[in-house]
Nanobody, 120 residues
Framework: QVQLVESGGGLVQAGGSLRLSCKAS????????IGWYRQAPGKQREMVAT???????NYTDSVKGRFTISRDSSKNTVYLQMNSLKSEDTAVYYC??????????????WGQGTQVTVSS
């Protein structure tokens, strides 16, 4: 059993900052890729940022220069530092992990989501 638990969402004014955290726990042998996705009302879920086990990062164009993804592998935790927030960043943010469990199976799992609301 693997769990992804997000925290750090909330309400912030435009131009402000928030930091999201996602901790993975359970029978995890290795996390290959971990990252953040978001879904705004009436829209499809989209990738925001991902980071590989080797530290390579990928961002959607709309957040480049404003958001930074990082990970602490020793804690199986990924962070998303969000600066210069805009109203269009309002969404439920989900943690996603591509990992190998203790039995060597490669799986993908999602967290429960955390709401980020940016007021203009």
């Amino acid at each position: 059993q693997v769990q992804l638990v997000e925290s750090g969402g909330g309400l912030v004014q435009a131009g402000g900052s928030l930091r999201l955290s996602c901790k993975a726990s359970g029978f995890i042998l290795r996390i290959n890729v971990i990252g953040w996705y978001r879904q705004a009302p009436g829209k499809q879920r989209e990738m925001v940022a991902t980071i590989t086990s080797g530290g390579s990062t990928n961002y959607t164009d709309s957040v480049k220069g404003r958001f930074t993804i990082s990970r602490d592998s020793s804690k199986n935790t990924v962070y998303l530092q969000m600066n210069s927030l805009k109203s269009e960043d309002t969404a439920v943010y989900y943690c996603n992990a591509d990992f190998q469990n203790a039995w060597g199976s490669r799986l993908v799992d999602w967290g429960q989501g955390t709401q980020v609301t940016v007021s203009s």
